[in-house]
């Protein structure tokens, strides 16, 4: 059934609907200030947990709030989540300048234009999509980039894969890993040594060969990197897992070696652990 949608409110309105609901509001002028600079929707992401539980089903809240519940407590959170993606974009930066770096030097030993060949990729990969795609970034670009304006002058336009790696978006280049052959996926998997666990089975290692780890992690990276880049919630996230969780135990990095945690699948828990592991090596 399809539901009206909300009424606009004033910010004082917001504040009485957050006091009438049960929230503890000790400083007036902070909860006026961060609700005029942060937005009421934003922050209702950081005091969902501690709406109520609904008795008659466990998978939704209430509008009410538990007993005890403080809005200065939910600016702590929103103030963590804060530093908590500025440290997790720095870690992604490194990992995506280096995976843009390797990717257009292995691609690169096949020629400068390698990546216009549909026959150097998988046989499933849809090679004129991503192409098409490239060539809108390309031309995004002109007029703006000296590179590319460089590559326009003097040599036709064309424009060899390791300029092009550095004018693609990282979910481009995610996607022309995905759709790389086997043996190009796995050198490049080796260099940031995601590689199959040592005890891994003969039909783990077979999936491994279909889609290797390092796909889904760039995809998972790919999703946390726009959640940072554009000030999302990042912290108690719901993520599609990706099939990330399966293989992290292995790492080293993960939890500093303890293997009797477990995270939570579809947190980002698994994706902090890949950043980590990808900057050491």
């Not at 040599?155 to 996607?175: A, C, E, H, K, Q």
């Amino acid at each position: 059934m399809t539901r009206p949608l909300k009424s606009w409110l004033s910010i004082e309105d917001q504040i009485q609907q957050l006091a009438d609901r049960g929230m503890q509001i000790p400083d007036h002028a902070q909860a006026e200030h961060a609700l005029a600079t942060i937005g009421y929707y934003r922050l209702s992401g950081y005091w969902y947990p501690y709406r109520e539980p609904d008795p008659s089903d466990p998978y939704r809240r209430l509008d009410t709030f538990l007993p005890g519940t403080d809005f200065s407590e939910v600016i702590d959170l929103y103030d963590f989540d804060r530093a908590l993606k500025t440290q997790v974009l720095h870690g992604i930066e490194r990992v995506e300048v280096a995976f843009r770096s390797r990717i257009g030097y292995l691609i690169g030993k096949h020629g400068a234009l390698a990546h216009t060949d549909p026959t150097r990729f998988r046989s499933t990969f849809d090679h004129a999509k991503w192409w098409g795609t490239a060539q809108r970034r390309i031309n995004r670009a002109r007029g703006r980039d000296e590179t590319v304006d460089h590559h326009d002058k003097y040599y036709g336009g064309d424009i060899p894969i390791w300029v092009l790696t550095d004018l693609l978006d990282f979910s481009d280049l995610s996607m022309l890993y995905a759709g790389m052959i086997a043996n190009d996926q796995k050198e490049l998997a080796q260099w940031f040594k995601v590689t199959v666990a040592p005890d891994a089975s003969q039909s783990a290692r077979r999936a491994w060969a279909r889609r290797p780890p390092l796909v889904n992690w760039l995809e998972h990276l790919t999703i946390v990197r726009n959640i940072c880049a554009h000030h999302g919630r990042l912290w108690n996230r719901q993520l599609t897992p990706l099939g990330v969780p399966l293989r992290i135990h292995h790492l080293p990095v993960f939890l500093r070696g303890r293997r009797d945690v477990r995270p939570n699948a579809s947190r980002c828990a698994p994706d902090r652990a890949s950043v980590r592991h990808d900057l050491r090596h």
